[in-house]
């Protein structure tokens, strides 16, 4: 019987914990500080169990195995899932989870993942009511911790009877002074018209792309010409946008956006921009703003202004918190915000002109139309718009039996 083949001894390699000899014969490996032993020296056991500790390690994010019986802080936690959670999230998951993540981080931020109990979670829910937030808003961020916690028990850094007992948790009522809001409903179209003036040329144009195709705030922000197929233009005249980061690329969905003849004139607008930054950029609005400005200007500037002019617009350039080569979804929300308040008209939000493109389609293509355009993986995502759209169409025919009705009544 030929002899067992020795496997290599496994080379040194950068930013590898390297396989290494102990004193009392045993190879060893060192995962952040602490010594694993793997058996003896150059066996192929201990080389096998090696390679399968590091394999592990990659899989942990690099980040060391908490011992049995041991506990990680909640800061800790929530780094690890943040790391996560920043290559898979789209940028609206991501941007709600650091709300969540913030929250945690002030109400229990040292304290260990295990003494997390059901007075920690309805202390979180009388900060959440004490700060203004709806229901659907505080049963969000309790969903979203307890995702947290999942993920953790999956990772091994939480004992499962932590999850469990944040289970038990109710949502708060009405009693408690939680304040109670009513389901969303579609922007009117008439108010998203009498918006589109008070805002700036970009955020205008975002307006009413994301109107209609019904994209999601965060995929009309970070829309790139690299990241849009004109191949099919010459067949059926339509552009495919496909977003490489989007809400349901977690769960292996594609996500594609059809841009008709209308959303391609706005795009159009901005064939100018660099394929790789997002078409829709703040900077470049700041500087149309102040180009326009500079038109309107009644006098002729001084040599001296126009000095001060050159030095200003250079601050602006250089300072921390200068306009940026793309929208964010919050930023993107905030200057709409900002634009409604000062007009005067009604508060609402860029997912609102979602809901209105799906409700359209609902009511007049039908949910697998309204699926398609909108993105969803699931058709009862679709259901609801259907419902609105067939609600409001059940209460104006029960309403038109009033007079039969009273006739009967009067008998």
């Known amino acids: 019987m030929p002899p067992r083949r020795k496997q290599p001894i496994p080379p040194r390699m950068k930013g590898i914990p390297a396989y290494r000899p102990h004193g009392s014969g045993q190879a060893r490996v060192t995962f952040n500080g602490k010594d694993e032993y793997l058996g003896e ?5 201990s080389v096998e169990r090696y390679w399968q500790l590091i394999r592990e390690w990659e899989a942990r994010g690099r980040q060391p195995v908490v011992p049995p019986g041991g506990s990680i802080t909640v800061v800790e936690l929530l780094d690890r899932y943040l790391t996560y959670l920043e290559a898979r999230a789209s940028d609206s998951m991501l ?23 059901p007075a920690t979670m309805r202390a979180i829910q009388k900060t959440l009511i004490e700060r203004g937030n709806c229901l659907n808003t505080i049963k969000d ?11 953790g028990v999956a990772e091994e850094l939480v004992s499962p009877d932590v999850l469990a007992r944040c289970k038990a948790v109710t949502p708060p009522t009405e ?3 939680v304040r109670i809001t009513e389901g969303r409903e579609p922007v009117d179209d008439a108010l998203v018209s009498a918006t589109l003036p008070h805002l700036s040329p970009v955020l205008a144009d975002m307006v009413v792309l994301q109107r ?22 010459a067949k059926d005249g339509m552009w495919h946008y496909r977003p490489v980061r989007h809400k349901t690329k977690r769960m292996g969905k594609p996500r594609v956006v059809g841009l008709g003849p209308e959303s391609q004139a706005v795009l159009l607008k901005y064939a100018h921009r660099d394929p790789a930054l997002p078409i829709f950029s703040p900077r470049e609005s700041e500087r149309q703003r102040l180009a326009e400005v500079h038109e309107k200007r009644q006098t002729p500037m001084t ?3 126009a000095k001060r002019a050159e030095r200003a617009a250079r601050r602006a ?17 905030r200057a709409i915000t900002r634009a409604l308040e000062q007009a005067g008209l009604e508060h ?43 609600q409001t169409a059940l209460l104006a025919q029960a309403a038109q039996t009033e007079s039969s009705c009273r006739l009967r009544l009067r008998a």
């Open 41 to 45: 020296y150059g066996s192929p056991e």
């Open 95 to 117: 941007e709600g989870a650091k709300q969540v993540i913030r929250l945690l981080r002030d109400q229990c931020g040292f304290a260990s993942v295990e003494d997390i109990r």
């Open 141 to 151: 961020r309790m969903t979203r911790i307890r995702a947290i916690l999942r993920w």
């Open 175 to 177: 009693h408690e002074g």
């Open 212 to 233: 209609l195709t019904g994209m999601r705030p965060g995929e009309v922000c970070a829309m790139t010409w690299a990241q849009i197929d004109k191949s099919s233009a």
């Open 303 to 305: 040599p001296s202004q």
């Open 317 to 333: 350039d250089t300072r921390r918190r200068r306009p940026g080569e793309g929208y964010t979804p919050c930023s993107y929300r």
């Open 348 to 390: 609402w939000h860029p997912h609102l002109l979602r809901h209105a493109r799906g409700t359209e389609l609902a009511g007049n293509g039908g949910l697998h139309l309204a699926q398609a355009a909108l993105g969803h993986a699931d058709q009862r995502m679709a259901q609801h718009y259907a419902h609105l759209h067939r």
